[in-house]
């Protein structure tokens, strides 16, 4: 009966630690396919155009003073609504 309850011990270790020694190597798979996707964009910061507040990298906006904008466009007609007419 002792022998019985040595071995369950030792299965119950071996099963845990498998469990254990799994899941790191579940975590660490998961770390090697976030580093390799390639669609993943961690170069490049997102901005939001002030004018109609689409959000495109920030090496594609345009930006004037503390302000972020899609196109020059969008700039000058920000600052005709911003300045009050007349
Ligand atoms: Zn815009």
Redesign the pocket.
């Given at each position: 009966m002792n022998l019985l309850l040595i071995r369950l011990i030792i299965f119950a270790v071996l099963f845990w630690a498998g469990l254990k020694l799994y899941r790191m190597y579940r975590e660490w798979k998961l770390a090697q396919d976030n580093d390799s996707r390639p669609e993943a964009i961690d170069d490049g910061r997102m901005v939001r155009?002030a004018?109609?507040r689409?959000h495109l990298p920030e090496q594609d906006a345009v930006r004037r003073d503390a302000l972020w904008?899609?196109?020059e466009g969008?700039h000058s007609r920000f600052l005709e609504e911003q300045q009050p007419k007349g």
């Amino acid at each position: 009966m002792n022998l019985l309850l040595i071995r369950l011990i030792i299965f119950a270790v071996l099963f845990w630690a498998g469990l254990k020694l799994y899941r790191m190597y579940r975590e660490w798979k998961l770390a090697q396919d976030n580093d390799s996707r390639p669609e993943a964009i961690d170069d490049g910061r997102m901005v939001r155009c002030a004018y109609c507040r689409v959000h495109l990298p920030e090496q594609d906006a345009v930006r004037r003073d503390a302000l972020w904008f899609c196109c020059e466009g969008h700039h000058s007609r920000f600052l005709e609504e911003q300045q009050p007419k007349g």
